[in-house]
């Protein structure tokens, strides 16, 4: 006879539990970030968050493996790779660019190998005898043949892993004669991967390098500006993601000037300082280069939320609101349009997962932004987390969420199991490496970093597949076939 199920475990008790199992030292450091959201203090007059006391960017403990990524991963693998038009060499050793090799889903217009080279894999391939004389003649070399077999990309970044910062190879002064000699933006990247405590810091770093090499270091753009111009910012098109953000954008009257780095081109970003107003998705990723162009070039910038019906609606008007009333009107046709669509979304798939408890663990936005798309279909954030997160993160994070929800940042693969064991959520939304554990526990699972294969989940009809894609999740069959390990027999 199989055992009673016990109760969900409250989450002060399994922090408690969870950090038991630590040395005393460790259990200290790892206290600072895992919490529970408290309530917000009454007689407020500010956003004050519910989850601000947990501690995130500071480096995981030496010997626990977690879940994040390096420098190099944050420039290459978000910010730049995803710009279609330019090569992107990665300079090192043939692992990092092998193993960051179109994992994303960058979707892209274009043809491939011609004038778009998102899916392909440069590398410099280092050997022992580069580590020992330096790659600046090879990287020199790549570039020139590059130059030769894709006459037509537009530019060049050059990321750099660990092994360049360690030896000195001087990939600026590579980047500036090559540039003279091919006539081409040339940018390159200090994104080593032991830079920093994660991923956040590449994306800094290819932030700053677009500021240095493309805005002050590239052509001044001829493109004449709109009164409704905007740049989609921070959108990496994950299963054409941006490309239904555009969408709505343009039917409420927008122009879109560029969408970077998802599907972008050089000249796109290039052209990003001439717009009025700067639209920013994920925030870790790209608010560093948004600040500069507000400080610089005097564009605005604002986050906005195109996950779930309550959050696009919102986002919409937050948007519209920024203009003229002819943009604003637009926005509320846009806004009823979709809403037969919406009703119908809620009325398939609200019954079938209302009351379903939901775990996320993921980076960059997802963490916070998809929160309300599951609220709208019923469904119970229970607990979420970051990667790499940092301080404002936690913060914006305290707007969407209720308290008494548990907070982890940077768990360790140990305390994601004790935490899913514990709370016994109906689906868990994380990454590829914590999907198979996670299903091995009987608990569905969702791909939440790029859609496990499936997308958009932006706009209107991205929530429709989003719904259907959690309710395949947690409704499928499958999950009856076999018991979970708390509930099999003793």
Known sequence: MAKDIPDPIAPEKLIEEVLSAYPAK???????????????????????????????????????????????????????????????????PVGCGHYSWSQRRNYYTGTTGVDSFVTFQFTTDFQEKDIVFGGDKKLEKTIDEINELFPLAKGISVQSECPIGLIGDDIEAVSKKKKKDIGKTIVPVRCEGFRGVSQSLGHHIANDAIRDWVFNGGEESSYQPGPYDVNIIGDYNIGGDAWASRMLLEEIGLNVVGSWSGDATLAEIENAPKAKLNLIHCYRSMNYICRYME??????????????????????????????????DKAEEVIAKYQPLVDAVLAKYKPRLEGKKVMLYVGGLRPRHVVDAYHDLGMEIVGTGYEFAHGDDYKRTGEYIKEGTLIYDDVTGYELEKFIEGMRPDLVGSGIKEKYPVQKMGIPFRQMHSWDYSGPYHGYDGFAIFARDMDLAINNPVWGLFDAPWKKSA
């Open 26 to 92: 460790s259990a200290k450091k790892r206290a600072k970030h895992l919490g529970v959201a408290a309530p917000v203090a009454e007689g407020e007059t500010e956003i004050v968050s519910k989850c601000d006391t947990v501690k995130s960017n500071i480096k995981s403990v030496p010997g626990v493996m977690t879940i994040r990524g390096c420098a190099y991963a944050g420039s290459k693998g978000v910010v730049w790779g995803p710009v279609k038009d330019m090569v992107h060499i990665s300079h090192g």
């Open 295 to 328: 400080e610089n070039y005097g564009v605005g910038w604002m986050e906005y939320n195109f996950f779930g019906p309550s959050q696009i609606a919102a986002s919409l008007r937050a948007i519209a609101a920024k203009f003229d009333k002819t943009i604003q």
